[in-house]
């Protein structure tokens, strides 16, 4: 008999469950429970041969506000010359991949902007190669705008012109903002998103995202939203497939939130949550969306682990 | 034989089906469809006799804006001349009553501040009668804030004292706002609004009302809204009953709104649907929560049909 591929299940008696079978997705965190792998950091569900990108959210996962999480520029530095690829992949429209750029390299974590891939970066891509030109009415913060025009796109803040109307992450939302979207969706604009994240995680608490400001135009003007660009969009996961040039399934999406990085998973990437940021492990016990492979700390135990 | 009390069901062939009947509330419209009493406006469902006074929305009901609909200042001076008493019941807290009556008394409807009772009063009062005197942090226009005060309500903008967050119109809602509000959930406040409008019609569309605010609230900070003050709520029944000294059954709510003013029916009130603001006939053919007695042009065919 041959040695089984997934030791934790050996060990928690169900060896037959392999990633082919049906309930793996549905069960595994409850399988990894009985043996306690998941806990450890040393999930045996991850085939870390396989594993050619790791692709990396920034908030809550490589830092908090201004402050890095600590050890994390030596982790992904470990990563890198181990010759696996990382991509930064990020729901925050708030800054552009060269802001990011400035940011991550000042946090001790070089990179260049092949290695940042944002919610609005992948939303002015979409937006761009619409036919027809769209009008798009963007409620953003200046890097989303900045985005949006490098790419051509039609901006426009008259609501009978307007093709869709763009929420995103704005900390400069105000009511005027609202009655522009208010008037173009019952206009027959159409409303989309760059991201759905409730909350930024942040020093000590968070700051209200694009959640707040799609259900605010969604219930005022009784619509409901298209799609968003960023994670945990099929979007998100071309854009990552493109930019990488490899198959979604050799890239590991790391990130700190249920909803989005570890929602990635639905998209046939293999997903990791760490409990730096938004998702305590209560809440990844609870979680019912697509499951995580391992539940580890930090990006640093993280790598330890796939470089184990 | 007594002849029937409800000549329409008998129209329509079905005058089993009595006031008292389970199935009275829930096919109505349907009843009336049969015989097409509700589209003339002449609706048999509604006992004249039985009604002691007239609950009269404002925002699309009396007036549009700045512009009373017209005929309405006359059919309410008959109204009243006929004994029958006139009680204003606004959801839109951006106006005290006060104000409410300055301006009515503009459009040719003499009022005083007996006459009007808005979503904003009947929350200041709640919150005044309740025992420790809660923290609130009011997300509103001056008009909710200078109730609140006059009532003694104590008002706080620190997240971790406030106890409640009440959400409201608001026309000066931005984002610092918003974080307040995020902040004082993500510490234990609950979250209370007075009025659960979508827009409020003013002539040639809408402004975007409390049920935006709400929602953004509870996207971002991942709470549910704990009640509203206004209609369709329990509370502005009782108010309703306390001011005019009435049962309410005998309290005709008259408004614009199935989701507000009819939705006061499901509080034992009747309620007749007027369409000269947010709903068009075909809302109304769709509309599944309690059912209107009457269905009719506006205030002035409302009051034909009440005096003829």
Chains 1, 2 share one sequence.
Not at 208 to 216: S, T
Request: hydrophobic fraction near 45%.
């Amino acid at each position: 008999m041959a040695p089984p591929a997934w030791p934790c299940c050996t060990m928690s008696g169900s060896s037959k469950v392999t990633p082919a079978s049906p309930i793996y997705t549905r069960r595994l965190l409850a399988y990894c429970y009985l043996c306690g792998c998941c806990r450890s950091g040393r999930c045996c569900m991850l085939n870390r041969a396989e594993i050619a990108a790791v692709v990396c959210d920034l908030d809550g996962t490589v830092y908090l506000g201004d402050q890095v999480i600590p050890g994390v520029p030596a982790a992904i530095a470990r990563l890198r010359a181990s010759g696996r690829r990382v991509l930064f992949l990020s729901n925050n429209p708030t800054k552009t991949p060269t802001e990011y750029v400035t940011k991550l390299t000042k946090l001790g974590i070089p990179a260049t902007s092949e290695d940042i891939l944002t919610s609005a970066l992948i939303m002015a891509e979409w937006l761009a190669a619409q036919p027809g030109a769209p009008r798009v009415y963007a409620i953003g913060e200046p890097a989303l705008i900045r985005t949006l025009q490098s790419h051509g796109v039609q901006l426009s803040d008259v609501p009978g012109q307007i093709d869709y109307v763009l929420a995103s992450f704005d900390r400069t939302f105000a009511y005027p903002k609202l009655q522009i979207a208010f008037d173009a969706v019952r206009a027959g604009a159409k409303l989309i998103a760059t991201n759905p994240d409730k909350y930024c995680p942040v020093p000590g608490g968070g700051e209200p995202d694009a959640a707040a400001i799609i259900a605010a135009i969604a219930a005022c003007a009784d619509t409901t939203l298209q799609f968003t660009a960023g994670k945990p969009s099929p979007l998100a996961a071309q854009a990552v497939a493109t930019r990488l040039g490899l198959p979604i399934t050799s890239c590991l999406m790391v990130g700190d939130r249920l909803e989005t990085d570890i929602g990635m998973a639905a998209t046939g990437m293999p997903a990791a949550l760490v409990l730096t940021g938004a998702s305590t492990q209560a809440m990844a016990d609870q979680w019912t969306g697509p499951a995580p492979r391992i539940v580890t700390a930090s990006v640093v135990t993280l790598v330890d682990f796939l470089l184990t």
